[in-house]
């Protein structure tokens, strides 16, 4: 499990890092693409 979060952590490390020097603002939708993003839900 420690292996687990630790990879995580660094990933969104990562892509804060990036947001910094690029200067642009995180998108949760583009960091983390949901499974079922190509399933259209209807409500």
């Not at 660094?10 to 990036?18: A, D, S, V």
């Amino acid at each position: 499990m420690p292996k687990l979060l630790r990879q995580l952590f660094n990933r969104m490390l990562g892509q804060l890092h990036h947001c910094v020097q690029t200067r642009t603002h995180f998108d949760e939708s583009i960091a983390f693409p949901s499974l079922w993003a190509g399933e259209v839900t209807s409500s």
